[in-house]
């Protein structure tokens, strides 16, 4: 389908929307550029969570995911709410102590908690990966989308038309979020949401329609796999259950999920978001499970990355029963590519945030400037986008296997990140043995392509982060009670 | 180090219990394998109470979220 003139429109769009995030600055520094001075509005600050949560993954992968796993697949609705209780364990007090000490990356809590820079370079290494990966799936997706939005136009000569969108554009959102910072990018992020949200209203009619026969689904989708349809095994309850407690504690450690804690305007304006945002998945992530569901019906035997597709797919059928659906078609693409596209620059900022905020300030003996800070970060993100862009060109894993991967090594920096607030005597040392461990088990689960017993070797690998870090505390309560009775013997001795 | 002052940190217990509660119920454990039928919404019946309970776990979420939560004076 080709809705080439609305996108760019869209596109149009974003030149003023940077120059705007620009004149809006209120002081040259990293605070102001990649927090928007901590003045995000209800608004734009539930939008531009949304987006942050609600991406290319949701849109493109989840439907391909729900193809290939079927209503299992209804665990992306729970799964996402997780997100916001996870939220929960930490959101009260860190708005409070980022606000007092001006925080701009999740890792400056590390380093404000246990001052032991190991441990925070390493927390921040893991959200970097996490972050390099998400970026990637983004510009993926990008590519994908690209030539379905301009139907096989504007292709540089030479190259596909995934090669062009990666390329294309991957610069206009380093562009138009180095000019505007944190501003620009919560207000695309507003106006790729409102285009979602209201085409996935209209086009929940689709779903009443007679073509779609709702009721007669699940037998259809039986006739092809009947293991689609069946409640889940005891294993597959268990991956369930894991799942859940990967997005719980994984997605709750979004660096750029963490930085809008920080940029709301106030806590009352962040609890409304917050309280908003968790039903949102019963629309959204229910919309995209149940479009990956129809699609089996309609399109049985795609291979596991033809499935990747399957939204684009049900889309450009859809948009053949009539005006009406045409239209929504049209908005939902645009809001979609907008979504991609608004997720990626939030990465990216947030990436830069890291590199120059936890990698390079924090390991220099004297503070440089802001100014020196912010130039830095606008270099970095061209550069980190170059990298990222080489890599998406060769597309090798589903997208669904680069998000667990992220989320599987995210949710190891958890442990010292939540139990921060709750267990006064966790120190660096075994805070950083904690992540060290919990990042093995997961990487060998990784490398080994398994599963025990149903559950993802990065939950495993979390847990006994937990364990060590309470170990940590015993073993050093332990210490201290024996070097105060020493003391008390060799004092009471001396006397 | 932790602030002194952090009274509030994050639910109390009781609300803890009431959502980990439910969200292990959004988890279909608690059916025979072979329980499809009725459809509901074009859901197995599994797949449908699991959905009730997500949207009973949002409910419960967005309550404790509005309730515990004390708006700073200071902002």
């Known amino acids: 389908m080709n809705i080439l003139p609305l996108f760019v429109a869209y596109l149009c769009l974003l030149i003023p929307i940077a120059w705007l995030g620009k004149r809006r600055t209120r002081e040259r520094s990293t605070h102001d550029f990649y927090l928007a001075g901590g003045k995000l509005g209800f608004v734009v600050l539930v939008f531009t969570l949304f987006a942050t949560q609600y991406s290319g993954n949701t849109f493109m992968a989840f439907p391909g995911k729900a193809y290939r796993s079927g209503y299992w697949y209804l665990v992306s609705v729970p799964f996402m709410m997780a997100i916001i209780a996870g939220y929960m364990l930490f959101a009260i007090p860190l708005r409070r102590v980022a606000r007092e000490n001006r925080f701009v990356t999740p890792c400056d809590w590390i380093q404000h908690r246990y001052h032991y820079l190991p441990l925070t370079l390493t927390c921040a290494g893991l959200m970097t990966w996490a972050l390099l990966n998400y970026l990637l799936a983004q510009l993926t997706a990008m590519g994908h989308a690209y030539g379905v939005v301009t139907g096989g136009h504007l292709i540089i000569p030479g190259l596909s038309s995934f090669q062009t969108g990666v390329l294309f554009l991957a610069a206009v959102v380093v562009l138009y979020e180095s000019v505007g910072g944190m501003r620009a990018v919560a207000w695309t992020d507003a106006i790729q949401g409102v285009l979602m949200l209201s085409a996935i209203v209209g086009l929940l009619a689709y779903f009443g329609s007679s073509d779609v026969d709702l009721a007669g689904l699940p037998d259809r989708v039986a006739a092809i796999d009947p293991g689609k349809v069946n409640p889940p095994s005891v294993q597959k309850c268990f991956t369930w259950a894991s799942v859940i407690l990967i997005l719980f504690f994984g997605g709750a450690m979004y660096p750029q999920g963490i930085q809008r804690i920080y940029a709301a305007r106030s806590a009352a304006t962040l609890k409304r978001s917050l309280a908003l945002m968790v039903f949102l998945p019963l629309l959204l992530v229910f919309f995209a499970l149940m479009m990956g569901v129809l699609a089996i019906p309609r399109f049985p035997n795609l291979s596991a990355i033809e499935s990747d597709g399957v939204m684009t797919m049900m889309l450009s059928e859809i948009a053949t029963r009539g005006a009406f659906f045409k239209v929504a078609v049209a908005v939902l693409l645009l809001g979609a590519m907008a979504a991609i596209m608004s997720t990626a620059d939030s990465v990216l900022l947030s990436l830069s945030s890291i590199f120059v905020h936890d990698f390079y300030e924090k390991t220099r003996r004297t503070k440089p400037s802001d100014e020196h800070l912010l130039r830095l970060g606008k270099r970095l993100s061209w550069l980190v986008a170059i990298v990222v862009v080489t890599f998406a060109l060769t597309p090798r894993f589903t997208l669904f296997r680069l998000l667990e991967l992220k989320f599987e090594l995210l949710m190891q920096v958890a442990p010292p990140f939540i139990l921060g607030f709750y267990c006064r005597g966790l120190r660096g040392g075994g805070a950083l043995a904690g992540v060290l461990i919990g990042t093995a088990i997961a990487l060998t689960g990784f490398a080994r392509h398994e599963k025990w017993w149903g559950i993802h070797p990065g939950t495993i690998g979390c847990l006994v982060n937990f364990a060590v870090c309470w170990l940590s505390v015993a073993i050093r309560a332990g210490d201290t009670t024996t070097k105060n009775d020493s003391d008390a013997v060799s004092s009471g001795g001396g006397a | ?75």
């Open chain 2, 1 to 75: 180090m932790p602030q002194k002052n952090q009274a509030q940190r994050t639910f109390s217990r009781g609300h803890w219990i009431l959502l980990i509660l439910l969200l292990a119920l959004t988890v279909p454990w608690y059916w025979p394998e072979t329980a499809r039928a009725p459809y509901v919404l074009g859901l197995p019946i599994w797949g449908f109470t699991s959905l009730v309970f997500s949207l009973l776990f949002a409910i419960a979420m967005a309550w404790a979220i509005m309730t515990t939560w004390k708006d700073d004076p200071r902002e």
